[in-house]
């Protein structure tokens, strides 16, 4: 994600806050609306009483309040309740959402200070950025990497301080960024293959036969029906009781029923017949039936999916891959974007800026990188099955989401290299191989 496709980047706070308020002001009349109607009959049935004994307890340990005093009686839609309730309702929410969206705005500007990224406040600019980049924690971490990829970018000066810093302790400063980068985009490559490990082993484990064990030195289990065999029924009434034991069973033994089906008569079974058609209709038996109430769940639960109140559970393609490929609970695919833009920019300013020639040896491995992340999520993507509950899926939503920005990072980013270091494909040792496969995957000809 380039700097000016950022959203919210070079738009002052002030005029993001004014652009919100129509927003936030309309949510709040729609909502304090719904509470104006709901609220006096909620208050009214289950708070007011509840609210005035314990305020009657409260003022009786200081007040000399006699016993006799009682509630009155105030309907749930009387004018006042209603508008208390439109009017605190709509203050209320007016306050949650300006704070959250005075939050929002002022937590998505870009860490820069004057212009500047904040790590020039810094008596060791380079360490510092190096240090948010190793952070654990995700929040200065992705600040870390949205500084890099506004320096890549936009600072001229920082670009060639770090491509001139080669002498620190753990390395230059360029190998550290590099090392860093390809850590976050390899990341993705590494939970995908793990998740298919995982659904291998699974699928393996389902298909597995008999599995070699110990010599048996015991009789072997029997695999038939483990009720016992009775004797025949002699008398009238143990043939009655035998006929019904045979069909209550026979709802869930199927070589109960293969087996006592025998002993009823074909006169009981006709009666049974004649009773399960004048109590039951045929829609009825087909309800009551194994595949027909699987049907029916089937139905109530799809049209609670469609309804407003299954939307929180939908698991839709987009979120699932995202879950998968770029962590979870918080997603990192706008590291992995960072990262990519990071290194492609850095790569293409050394070819003017880097006096020491350190960042071109490290060209074929960023290619390989890319190449070897695009080609693996963009499998992934085509071949995962999705989710039972996402009811709205469209097959535009495999390459949609945080998967589609990430592969489009990729796709530009390898259009980048190969066009900027293409031309020094033999210098570099670049083989011919990862050119081609570079090439057809952004659609370039040799």
Known sequence: MKADQRPNVAVPPIQQLKTQMPLVLRGAVTTSLVMALIGPFFYAIFLRQKIWDLAMATADLFLDIPKSGELSYTPPYHITLIL???????????????????????????????????????????????????????????????????????????????FADIDRPDGSAWTQILTECLKIIEEVSTRIIAYDSVQGNELKGSKLGNLHSLPRIGVPMKEDSVTAKMLPPSTRRERIEASLGAVAKSYGDKTVQSYDSSQISPRTKEYLAVARNKLLTHNQQEVLSH??????????????????????????????????????????????????????????????????????????????TLIKTYKILNAFTSRLEIHWTDIKFHEEDRKAGDAGLVLEALRIGLTEIVDGFGPFAVELELEDSVLRTAKSIIGRKD
């Open 84 to 162: 208390r309730s439109l009017v605190m309702s709509f203050f209320l929410i007016v306050s949650w959402r300006v704070a959250n969206t005075a939050f929002s705005v002022h937590v998505g500007q870009e860490p820069t200070k004057g212009g500047e990224p904040l790590s020039n406040l810094s008596p060791d600019p380079n360490g510092s950025l190096i240090n948010g980049l190793k952070a654990r924690r995700q929040i200065p971490k992705t600040f870390a990497f949205w500084e890099l990829s506004h320096i890549s970018q936009s600072s001229k000066e920082r670009r060639v301080s770090v």
């Open 291 to 368: 595949d027909g109430v699987k049907t029916l769940y089937e139905n109530y639960t799809r049209r609670f999916l469609e309804s407003a109140l299954g939307e929180p559970f939908h698991q839709t393609f987009p979120r699932l891959v995202a879950s998968i490929a770029f962590g979870y609970p918080y997603t990192e695919s706008v590291l992995v974007v960072d990262a990519i833009d990071s290194l492609t920019s850095l790569a293409l300013a050394s070819l003017s800026e880097d006096r020491y020639g350190k960042v071109a040896g490290d060209v074929p491995l960023i290619l390989q």
